[in-house]
């Protein structure tokens, strides 16, 4: 094949697109080509732009259309059952729903878990993966402290014969159970659509989702917290 030793500024391909019209008469088919062409230059630029911006170039949550930040906010607050680290007692809160069996929120646990000294966040478990979610959620909240037994679901998160923490259903009473399923609602119920997903409410009284993609700094920059 031909090479190109020059410098590539761009590049260009042919994609063709079928589109079915249909009517009352039957339908057609009209193929299209369309004609794309990428400047490299400018996503160079732009790649540029979003590193030196920082954090006010941080990637967002991915919010979905019906999801009400104020109701998850305050219903979490009024409802849920979840846990926090050892801190301060002023520090700003946030609330997020975890997955004891979600590999994203342990990336979002470790991103955190630097701030955690500043923000208090709270973690309130969910059984939205599979059989084992709500068993370990539950497991972890009837812990004395729960923040330490999650911490082990993080140690033996990637153990290869099971995934996080050994739990006895027989010792789990249904009270507590049902607060792991009574959290899961309030998630579904605020329009989440994932896990990690998070509220915090800033200094303006906006209502700010947050998720596993946001860096430390990102999280710092979120809480209006300095590391």
Known sequence: PHLWHGPVRSLS?????????RGH??????????RIRVSFYSIFNLHKACLNLGPLCARPAVVPVIWDGKKMYETFKAQG???????????????????PQCPDCMKFTENVKPLLSKVNVIFFPIAFL????????STILASKEPWKKYDEQH?????????????????????????????????????????????????????KPFDENLSTEELAALFEVKL
Do not use: M
């Open 130 to 137: 599979n059989i084992n979610s709500e068993p370990q959620g």
């Open 25 to 34: 008469g039957g339908s057609v088919t009209q193929r299209v080509s369309l």
């Open 81 to 99: 059952a979840g846990f926090s680290y050892p801190g301060p007692a002023d520090r700003p809160v946030a609330y997020v729903a975890i997955d």
């Open 155 to 207: 140690e033996h998160f990637r153990d290869p014969e099971f995934r996080g923490i050994r739990y006895d259903l027989a010792k789990l009473p249904d009270d507590l159970r049902n607060k792991v399923w009574t959290n899961t609602k309030l998630h579904r119920r605020a329009g989440c659509r994932a896990v990690p997903y998070g509220v915090f409410k800033n200094s303006k009284g906006e209502y």
């Open 13 to 21: 391909f042919t994609k063709t697109v079928f589109f079915e019209i």
